[in-house]
């Protein structure tokens, strides 16, 4: 009986045989094999912006510079950024621009209205694929100027009121397609001003609460 040998002679021969059919097949059979993988600018770093109208609540305030308690009325709040995508969520900026009724001092006949103007760097947790929770931090100014009312400050009554804000954010978003999402987010933010003029016991900080829906629109890229 004659035996076929099976040998280390036919193991490179197989592998030459493989890769002369690979050779020969045409350039459109190999891309079909091919897995394609993503382009990395296609994965990370989307753009995304975003616009809100919030309903804005503020505790009141004792002002060091005018020496009078400042009563605040309920406003709108605006807001409106833009975020950069990560790994772990996003970081960006955002606006926020708030008429607030004022009245200065105990006097119901001074009354007017101030603009609250807050800038903020931002942190969003991650873009939830469906209906789910998101979590917002801002770190930036917040500042009361150009009060308009029926008393007309003057010197150093008139000059912005300036503090450190930190605002924490919770929420819900609902995408609305690819590209699009729904959110509602409850603000609770902390202004620390400064200690001019504040006789002791008087407080610094300053709590301000919004309750906002927006929208929001990734311009460009997609979510990792």
Known sequence: MTRTRTGRRGVP???LGLLAAALLLPPSTLDAQLIKVPMADERSMPISV???AGYFLTQNRFDGISGQNWYFGDAWQYRAGVDLGLRSGSIGVSGTLATVPLQR???AASRGEIQLRQLLATFRSPEPRAFGQVFEIGLGLS???DYTGTDTPTGDDAKARNAFAIAIGYGFL???GNRFALTLVQDYT???GSSEGLPPGARRSQ???TTRIGLR?????VER
Do not use: K
Not at 217 to 221: D, E
């Open 13 to 15: 021969a197989a592998i």
């Open 50 to 52: 975003h616009a809100a």
């Open 105 to 107: 001092g105990n006097s």
């Open 143 to 145: 500042q009361w100027a």
């Open 174 to 176: 609902m995408p609305l």
């Open 190 to 192: 902390t202004a620390i």
């Open 207 to 209: 709590e301000m609460y």
């Open 217 to 221: 629109w990734r311009a460009t890229g």
